[in-house]
């Protein structure tokens, strides 16, 4: 694995500075996806919970949610909402393909840009107003980020035009994928059990599967209508995940 690949994940995804020669490629991008997740997480739960405790459990929410539109250059968000457009209508490969190029956003666009935004918050409020709360958001952005990297596991279809998709298809082996799935499962109970509260690790583990199962469904709903993946369906994948992996946790919480 390339030793610029964390730069150049970083480069793309992140707003943090990087050096310019990390933009050189992008072969490292999504194979170190989830490790950016790891320090976005981190920075997103700790506004979230100085928010929550200094204001209250609402303001903590849209702090951090917001401080993760500003970090990601609301990247994300723009592929969610370009890839609703593409997808919501009825209409042919060709044309979904040109309007999401396009990067206005349309009516299907926006509606499913505020309702998942609104879903992230409103479920990230009732997480933050119990204890621990805060490590769902940290496993909600991670999970976002390993959904992006599925798409860069070999034999995964690129759309057609899509650039981004291009320089990133099959960067990430199968079992790179794995290890990134074992190092979120260590992570999770290594969490709970220093919390002292081991059913939390199952409580997270079964809500970073409902994540990436809604990726998995955008992805293939792309695939059928799109021809492949792009990089708005990666973003829009790792915003479905991330609303998935809170709504989950929320539900789960007593």
């Known amino acids: 694995m390339r030793l610029t690949g964390p730069l150049e994940s970083a480069a793309l995804l992140t707003v943090l500075p990087v050096p310019e020669r990390a933009t050189a490629s992008m072969r490292g991008v999504l194979p170190w996806a989830p490790a950016v997740g790891l320090v976005l997480g981190g920075i997103a739960a700790a506004v979230a919970v100085l928010g929550a405790r200094g204001i209250s459990p609402l303001a903590g929410a849209v702090l951090a949610v ?30 979904s393909l040109q309007v999401m190029h396009q990067g206005d956003v349309g009516p299907f666009g926006v509606v499913a840009l505020v309702l998942t935004v609104l879903l992230q918050v409103a479920s990230l409020a009732a997480l933050l107003a119990v204890d621990d709360g805060w490590l769902a958001l940290w496993t909600a952005v991670v999970v976002a980020r390993l959904a992006m990297a599925r798409t860069g596991l070999p034999g995964v279809p690129t759309a057609e035009g899509s650039s981004l998709g291009g320089l990133v298809a099959g960067t990430v082996s199968r079992g790179w994928f794995a290890g990134w799935l074992f190092v979120l499962a260590a992570l999770l109970g290594g969490a709970a059990l220093y919390l002292g509260d081991p059913p939390l690790a199952a409580q997270l583990g079964g809500s970073a599967v409902a994540g990436l199962l809604a990726a998995e469904v955008l992805h293939r709903r792309a695939r059928a209508r799109l021809g492949g993946v792009t990089g708005d369906v990666m973003g829009a994948m790792g915003e479905a995940a991330t609303a998935a992996v809170l709504l989950v946790a929320a539900v789960a919480v007593p």
């Open 66 to 95: 917001g401080a993760l539109a500003v970090l990601t250059r609301g990247l994300h968000l723009d592929g969610l909402a370009d890839t609703a457009d593409g997808l919501g209508p009825l209409r042919a490969r060709e044309r």
